[in-house]
């Protein structure tokens, strides 16, 4: 496998009933080598399977590239060693990973300042990008402005630029906020409503109608009772 012009291209001899002797990691590895064996299908002392093998190696793409590794060069090479028997090896060149260059605010941000919201992640300028951790920053941040009362809030999964003269990311999260609700009770204990589960509300949800009208039949089924 190798990388030209055009994007990648692989070439494969193929082999008929040929034993794989080895699996080998070879070259500057980002992770253990139990982590990079994890994501390999194609096992030693197994028939050669060009499909596991290249399964093995997108999977070990995605692992670097998932990491923060945007700059690794992982390959695969097969090479034999007898008349029925081959060596695969996995070649990496991790490099450095990808910092975080900077994080930006659009759509609706409501009362809340683009400096109020960064404060709700767990990374910002300058620390190392992974994909995950900006995925799930995005749940958590839409999760928590849903909990201060913001019911119909959405973050939608952030949009991340690369650039590679930099090794450095941007990251934008789209954000609608929407309206704060306030749950008003009259006439009744709120403690003891909340204590007994049966206030409308008070849970980590976004609002919905169908949820509301739930609610609205619960409550009012305890005073029936």
Known sequence: MRHVDSGVEVVFALWTGVRVARVELAGTRCFPEPRLFGQIDQLP???????RVLRSLYRLQDLHREAG???????????????????????????PAATVGGVTFGGDRGPFTSEALIERLSFGPGERYWQEG???????????????????????????????????????????????FDVRLSGADRERLERRGVMPLTGP?????ALWLRDLERLRRYYQE
């Open 45 to 51: 002392a197994a028939p050669l399977s060009e499909s």
């Open 69 to 95: 590794y945007l700059e690794a060069d992982v390959h695969v090479g097969v090479e034999p060693t007898g008349p029925d028997e081959v060596v695969v090896a996995f070649h990496f060149d991790c490099g």
């Open 134 to 180: 900006v995925r799930r920053d995005a749940r958590e941040l839409e999760e928590w402005l849903i909990g201060q009362g913001y019911r119909q809030a959405r973050v939608a999964e952030p949009e991340v630029d690369y650039d590679p003269e930099r090794n450095q990311v941007q990251a934008r999260f789209d954000v609608s906020v929407g309206p704060q």
């Open 205 to 209: 949800e976004r609002f919905d109608q």
